[in-house]
């Protein structure tokens, strides 16, 4: 299986390289150029199968160039109860019919982990396969989830750093302290001075500085990125669909010739753009309802064909979906225009130069004939935990809350998948709130509160959170990161 850009001046590519290389040399985004299908026989034989073989059985028709024993080993170590302790991606029906994908069951409790316990194995195996003896230096620009997800898989994996900023005034208390008092020996975090656009910013500038990555070559380093845009992490969010389609049937919970919907929260439109994936390999998948917060800019998109970032930004109770540009939609404007590399790049100049374009009418009708779109605001939000909590004793975090108030409104006879993205003890200040407890100022009492109140336990990456030390207090100025990166760890 070979790899193209969206854009279609990027060449052919295999699985490895586009894992090591990220972005493709036009600007655009790798993916492959044919999706392979799941026939009859091969889906019974998956309805048998436990999460890591169907993950073996999904990566290796897509990462052609890795040897099976390659990827049983990438595979193995990912998915095991070390990482995964409540299971890896379990099927919750709740008393109303309606099924959760819970995929926060990993190590920092949100489903980045999915994807990032994965793909830094995939990186590394990706260098051996290149034979690339260079040292990667991972630099990560996160607004929280994805930061700490990432040191914790690439923790202790050879040949690789990772080095994470964060803005210090953007994360929340738990999110810093998560990453603050990450072990390990090639790993590093900073604070930079100001909002995420500042993090992101300089992270920008020390990858398109030309001189200082001729320094980094010199010293045999390449600088990469561990974010939703490289296939790696992709890939494995397939595979969780399929999986849970499967589980489903074999709980009863839909017919051999039924479909799910499935309802996703959405930012950058990477684990819904892996659902389609999966629907589009075969899985028995009906409607994929895409679910946003008050940046509502997807639900306007599909259910008008027109994509307008000029908007107003508004910062909600669900943070990682806060987010006007979503990078992987780039994948699915190739898919639905038949692998029209120069119809997307004219769309994506269009974003660039004004913020927004419109589909044409025949991908507008293969999107509407996929996707279904809805928004709710916070309000709604902190309403609908707290009817969940109480009729269905069931505890939403903020984030899957918006996708659960979405199914109810775009929801009909079908059977349905919501997918659940962190554990409510993530954002434990906020679902105080809306179940009208008491918040305490501080957050690690507020994670206290919300076990007392629920009577739920705390996952165990909170448990001693504010007994470790914290090993990292350096905040940079904006221009600091690669003076930082210099002294600290190249
Ligand atoms: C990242 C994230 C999302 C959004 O996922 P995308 O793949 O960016 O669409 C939703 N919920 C949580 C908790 C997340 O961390």
Same mark, same amino acid.
């Given at each position: 299986m070979m790899y193209v850009s969206t854009r279609g001046q990027g060449g052919e590519v295999t699985a490895s390289q586009a894992i090591l290389q990220g972005i493709a040399s036009d600007g655009g985004l790798y993916l492959p150029k044919s999706i392979p299908l799941i026939d009859d026989a091969e889906w019974r034989q998956l309805c048998r199968m436990n999460y890591r073989q169907t993950a073996l059985w999904v990566l290796s028709r897509f990462l052609t160039d890795y040897t099976p024993a390659q990827l049983e080993q990438c595979v193995a170590g990912a998915y095991n109860t070390q990482n995964f302790s409540g299971g890896i991606a379990p099927v919750v029906t709740l008393n109303n019919g309606v099924s959760m994908l819970e995929l926060w069951h990993g190590p920092t409790s949100a489903f980045k982990d999915m994807a990032l316990q994965l793909m830094p194995r995939l990186f590394v195996t990706a260098m051996d396969i290149r034979q690339d003896k260079r040292r990667a230096v991972v630099l990560v620009a996160t607004s929280g989830d994805t930061g700490k997800a990432a040191l914790d898989g690439f923790a202790g994996l050879p040949g690789t750093q990772v080095a994470v900023v964060y803005p210090a005034d953007g994360v929340s208390a738990v999110q810093r302290r998560q990453m603050t008092t990450q072990q390990g020996d090639n790993v590093a975090v900073a604070a930079v001075d100001g909002n995420f656009d500042d993090a992101q910013t300089a992270v920008k500038r020390v990858f398109s500085d030309k001189v200082f990555n001729e320094e980094l070559a010199q010293k045999n380093v390449f600088l990469s990125s561990a974010n939703s845009i490289n296939w790696g992490r992709l890939a494995p969010q397939i595979v969780y669909y399929i999986h849970a389609c499967a589980e489903m049937q074999r709980q009863g *919970? *839909?017919?051999?010739e039924q479909q799910a919907d499935i309802c996703v929260p959405t930012g950058n439109f990477g684990n819904i753009l892996a659902a389609y994936y999966a629907k589009r390999m075969g899985a028995p998948i009906g409607r994929l309802l895409c679910a946003s917060n008050a940046n509502n800019v997807l639900t306007d998109f599909i259910q008008t064909g027109q994509y307008d970032s000029n908007r107003a930004f508004y910062k909600t109770t669900s943070p990682s979906m806060d987010i006007l540009i979503s990078s992987n939609l780039e994948r699915l404007l190739w898919l639905l225009s038949d692998g029209d590399g120069s119809y997307v790049a004219s769309l994506m100049a269009q974003l660039a130069q004004t913020g927004r374009y419109e589909v044409s009418d025949v991908v507008r009708q293969k999107l509407a004939d996929s996707f279904a779109a809805g928004w709710c605001d916070d309000d709604a939000t902190r309403g609908e935990i707290n009817e969940v909590w109480h009729r269905q004793h069931y505890l939403l975090d903020p984030h899957t809350t918006v996708a659960f108030h979405v199914a109810r409104q775009l929801g009909d006879c079908a059977p349905l998948l919501v997918v659940s993205t962190a554990s409510p003890f993530k954002f434990a200040p906020d679902v105080l709130r809306a179940l009208g407890a008491d918040v305490p100022n501080d957050e690690m009492q507020a994670i206290d509160a919300l076990t007392a109140l629920t009577g739920l336990s705390v996952p165990s990456g909170f448990k001693d959170l504010d007994k470790l030390p914290e090993r990292f207090t350096t905040v940079l100025k904006k221009d600091g990161l690669e003076a930082w990166l210099r002294s600290g760890i190249l």
């Open positions: *919970l *839909l017919e051999p």
